[in-house]
Antibody, heavy 120, light 110 residues
Framework: QLQLQESGPGLVKPSETLSLTCTVA???????????WVWIRQPPGKGLEWIGS???????YYNPSLKSRVTISVDTSNNQFSLRLSSVTAADTAVYYC???????????WGQGTLVTVSS | QSALTQPASVSGSPGQSITISCTGT?????????VSWYQQHPGKDPKLLIY???NRPSGVSYRFSGSKSGNTASLIISGLQAEDEADYFC??????????FGGGTKLTVL
């Protein structure tokens, strides 16, 4: 059974960079040619927003509204993938989820989510 | 890119059937069979209910089904149960190689 777990600071100051890591257990990030590794966020009380998807080889797709501030990277040696979101504001306060995405763009495994608050 | 359109709320009594719609455009829902549905209970992570418009993952109740007509996809829940009370989100692949979600629908079981 695949398990994903987000980790990282729960509080980030405005204008700084948000950094999160997702550790994958129960399966190898690099052994699957049909899955992408994804970040999704959900502001408190609101809907889901796709941030971006990355293949283990490095090819990636990003939400155009966030693309200039987002980097997703994969660390196959540690079976992890990461999110960096720069120049954050209060609008970036959200629960951040990592997930596995099949090539037909559905998300079958999710992490439990981690709340990141942007505040000074 | 705008979110897919879902009703903010729907309700039904136990045993009834309800339908949640998800309306997009010819650049997403209308052009691809890559529509998915997710159920989210308060404080929990989303759970995949339907993928590729009509397919149900192993372990998901037969009471959940999906369909699509034109630019609108639908999630049908039959035989409503109290545990179905949750938020429901649709998603679709788009021609821009992105993933769009709907705004979410809150289901209340009366």
């Amino acid at each position: 059974q695949l398990q994903l777990q987000e980790s990282g600071p729960g509080l980030v100051k405005p204008s700084e960079t948000l950094s999160l890591t997702c550790t994958v257990a129960g399966g190898s990030i690099s052994r699957s040619s049909t899955y992408y590794w994804v970040w999704i966020r959900q502001p408190p009380g609101k809907g889901l927003e796709w941030i971006g998807s990355m293949f283990y080889s490095g090819s990636a797709y990003y939400n155009p509204s966030l693309k200039s501030r987002v980097t997703i990277s994969v660390d196959t040696s540690n079976n992890q993938f990461s999110l960096r979101l720069s120049s954050v504001t209060a609008a970036d306060t959200a629960v951040y989820y990592c997930a596995r995405q099949y090539w037909t763009w559905y998300l079958d495994y999710w992490g439990q989510g981690t709340l990141v608050t942007v505040s000074s | 890119q705008s979110a897919l359109t879902q009703p903010a709320s729907v309700s039904g009594s136990p045993g009834q059937s309800i339908t949640i719609s998800c309306t997009g455009t010819s650049s997403d829902v209308g052009d691809y069979n890559y529509v998915s549905w997710y159920q989210q209970h308060p404080g929990k992570d989303p759970k995949l209910l339907i993928y590729e418009v009509t397919n149900r993952p192993s372990g998901v109740s037969y009471r959940f089904s999906g369909s699509k007509s034109g630019n609108t996809a639908s999630l049908i829940i039959s035989g409503l149960q109290a545990e179905d009370e949750a938020d429901y989100f649709c998603s679709s692949y788009t021609s821009s190689n992105t993933l769009l979600f709907g705004g979410g629908t809150k289901l209340t079981v009366l």
